[in-house]
């Protein structure tokens, strides 16, 4: 069957076409890009603190503005995307972000820093908003999830190689060098983007109700229905407390291993990042816990871990802090994954208002916490360690008091019974597929 032809008859780019293999590299390609942009500077924080003359809190801006700008766009994205399409939108908010990287390496001050990458991460809000859910509508629904597995796979390696390749560029000349070689890698990124990713064919232009019905309600109607939601908060709260208390570690870390005792230079301090690698099995092994024994206990015990992993980087031994960062990486893609994953069956209207939720309740908790952390640091790092101990605690907590799990909470989906998932309809499955999405966003 030609690739057309069987293009027509599932109503999708299905896998082995040309058309597919385009998709699948350009939101490969956007992936990586997207992630790139956004994270890189989390590896030049000591270097931009040095250069500027601003503390580790400050320099901490460089992301948390970003990490702001995206949370604040996403839902003004999609909204725009349902009015205009996926793919070109997507290429837009693309192109911008990487126009508006290659000014970062170029700001005058540390306040227009500021302002280009809290504008860079608006733009940056355009991709994770509408990657999965272009997929959904264009690719064949047999193949979506392969195709979305690539997606997730382009944001974990950008997110990785951003910081690889800043850091040891900075460590040889300084921090606008190493954010000009990702802002130009990024444009070719975004190039590749554009040129390959199809035009849709199969677009939804308005948002549907879990009836099928078109939703004639203003947007607010669907995010106010889903923040009513009990259960939803409390998931809401988890990807809050626990982005914040990774991005911290992160943020935070690096700064550490560069002063005394240890001493080590940036291109060496960047390999810590290579720890969230640990999430591509962890965050597996957790949705095969979670079909066993109930997403409940599998949260519970990975925030109860992350909490440990975050108490061994305290010591000032090299290994045991290394060994920490893994043990709290492993657990915290694992927790993750069953929140982000949670989302989807628990609502009960507006799916994609309660994932876009979400998606700026993680990207919240990233800004506002990776900035704390700065300020507990001021104490040295058993105060961002501590901090970020307590907020994983308090994620645990909310679970662990809540009903969240062993019953129905008002207004909440069905119980986290591996019995009942078994019953549920499938609609209730692809309706969580851009929560799992969120599992990649580091």
């Known amino acids: 069957m030609s690739d057309t032809s069987r293009d027509v008859a599932v109503g999708g780019h299905a896998k082995g076409s040309s058309s597919y293999r385009c998709v699948l590299i350009a939101l490969g390609v956007v992936g990586m890009t997207t992630f790139a942009q956004l994270y890189y500077p989390q590896a030049l924080i000591p270097a931009i603190s040095r250069d500027l003359d601003v503390t580790a809190a400050d320099a901490a801006l460089t992301i948390s503005g970003a990490t702001i700008g995206l949370a604040g766009a996403v839902l003004g994205w999609s909204w725009v995307a349902d009015r205009f399409g996926r793919a070109p939108v997507m290429k837009i908010a ?64 950008g997110g990785l190689a951003g910081r690889l390749v800043a850091a040891p560029v900075a460590d040889l000349t300084d921090w606008r060098t190493g954010a000009l070689v990702v802002g130009v890698l990024s444009t070719v990124g975004a190039l ?4 390959l990713l199809p035009a849709e064919r199969h677009a939804h ?36 407390l626990l982005m914040g208390a990774h991005v911290a570690i992160y943020n935070y870390l690096g700064y550490r291993l560069e002063q005394q005792p240890f001493g080590l230079p940036p291109a060496v301090t960047a390999l810590i990042f290579l720890a969230g690698l640990s999430g591509a099995v962890s965050a597996r092994v957790a949705g095969r816990l979670a079909s066993r024994y109930g997403r409940r206990p599998v949260l519970m015990w990975s925030s109860a871990t992350m909490a440990a992993g975050a108490a061994l980087t305290i010591p000032d031994r090299l290994p ?50 990776g900035w704390i952390g700065g300020l507990a640091f001021t104490l040295g790092w058993a105060g961002t360690a501590t901090m970020a101990i307590a907020i994983v605690l308090t994620a645990f907590a909310c679970v662990c008091t809540t009903l969240l799990g062993r019953r129905r909470l008002l207004g909440s989906g069905p119980d986290d019974d591996p019995a009942l998932r078994t019953t549920q309809p499938r609609a209730s499955v692809r309706d969580s597929r851009p929560g799992v999405a969120a599992a990649s966003q580091q």
């Not at 991709?127 to 997730?152: F, H, N, Q, S, W």
């Not at 939703?215 to 109607?221: D, E, F, K, V, Y």
Request: net charge positive.
């Open 94 to 157: 693309i192109v911008a972000s990487v126009v508006l990287g290659l000014l970062v390496p170029f700001a005058p001050s540390f306040e227009v820093l500021i302002v280009v990458r809290v504008l860079q991460g608006v733009a940056l809000g355009g991709t994770p908003a509408l990657a999965l859910t272009y997929l959904a509508e264009e690719v064949d629904r047999r193949d979506a999830m392969a195709a979305a597995g690539t997606y997730i796979s382009g944001t974990v390696i």
């Open 192 to 195: 590749l983007a554009v040129l």
């Open 205 to 240: 232009r308005h948002a549907k109700t879990q009836h099928g019905s078109p939703w004639r309600g203003p947007l607010w109607t669907g995010l106010i229905a889903n923040l009513k939601n009990p259960a939803l908060v409390i998931l809401y709260a988890q990807a809050c």
């Open 320 to 369: 045991t802090v290394l060994f920490g960062l893994l043990v709290f990486s492993t657990a915290y893609f694992s927790a993750h994954s069953i929140a982000s994953g949670w989302v989807g069956p628990t609502a009960t209207t507006g799916t994609a208002q309660a994932t876009s939720l979400y998606t700026l309740f993680y990207y919240a908790g990233s800004s506002l916490f």
